[in-house]
């Protein structure tokens, strides 16, 4: 199976740019973006995650990653910005190399590098977003928070791109199927959440302990439940949600 995928929207902005005769310009975008995912390759291989696909966009790429919801928030960020420090590595190297077209390769460069900073899903932006949220909320409200700032960012991103080119709109299109995506499989991804920890022993950082239910639970921290004068553990309270056998 191969795991370097080249989407449409790709092939159909190399197809323009080539018959524009800026294939330079097309390359040089190609090259930004592979090494861009090549940095989110380089640290799943240093956190020993398996990488399922690479699918390379015109606004970037989006690695897929076979991990835990329950992964450290300061591994997901430093997985998230892995792109970014290699697009500044190059830009080191290229500088170093003093190629021709070196003034257009810093302009592309640095679109694509403020692009996926943006808090949009599935830019790179969104992933450090959720993880700086997943610090200081639980797992549920982190997850509505990004779903809800994200809708917000592309809704900016329209009215300020809504007069460009044919691109922004495949962009935005993808951008809409992706939230849609997210928004759809919320129950499957917060049940997926409980499950790990049900199954799994994490080394979380932190205890907490206070009232409420499930929907309190947080990445990173270990719950206990205040409930009638008693203190009961998460692994008690998930064990009565998943083990149908302690009822």
């Known amino acids: 199976m191969k795991i370097i995928r080249l989407d449409y929207t790709s092939i159909y902005l190399l197809f323009i740019l080539f018959l524009c005769g800026y294939i330079r310009i097309g390359l040089i975008i190609s090259l930004i973006i592979l090494v861009h995912e090549l940095g989110h390759v380089l640290v799943c291989l240093i956190f020993k995650y398996k990488v ?3 699918t390379l966009y015109p ?3 989006i690695t897929k990653v076979e991990k835990d919801i329950n992964t450290e928030t300061n591994k997901e960020i430093v997985l998230a910005l892995a792109g ?3 697009q500044i ?3 080191l190297i290229v500088k170093f190399i003093n190629i021709h077209d070196y003034d257009i390769f810093l302009k592309y460069n640095l679109s694509i590098m ?3 900073l943006l808090p949009i899903i599935p830019l790179d932006g969104s992933v450090v977003l959720k993880s700086i949220l997943n610090k200081f909320f ?3 409200t982190s997850y509505k928070l990004y779903i809800i700032i994200s809708i917000i960012s592309i809704i900016l991103y329209t009215l300020f791109n ?3 080119s044919l691109n922004n709109y495949l962009i935005i299109g993808v951008f809409l199927y992706k939230m849609y995506m997210q928004v759809k499989d919320y129950k499957y991804i917060y049940n997926k959440f409980l499950l790990e920890r049900y199954l799994k022993k994490y080394k979380f950082k932190y205890i907490s302990t206070k009232k409420g239910n499930l929907d309190i639970l947080k990445i990173d921290t270990y719950q206990y439940f205040k409930e009638n004068e008693k203190i009961v ?3 008690k309270k998930l064990q009565e949600r998943f083990d149908k056998t302690s009822i």
Request: without cysteine.
């Open 138 to 140: 639980s797992f549920k």
């Open 233 to 235: 553990s998460e692994a």
């Open 84 to 86: 970014i420090f290699m």
């Open 162 to 164: 809504y007069k460009y």
């Open 89 to 91: 590595l190059l830009t």
């Open 114 to 116: 403020l692009f996926n």
């Open 59 to 61: 606004f970037g790429g």
């Open 52 to 54: 399922i696909s690479v």
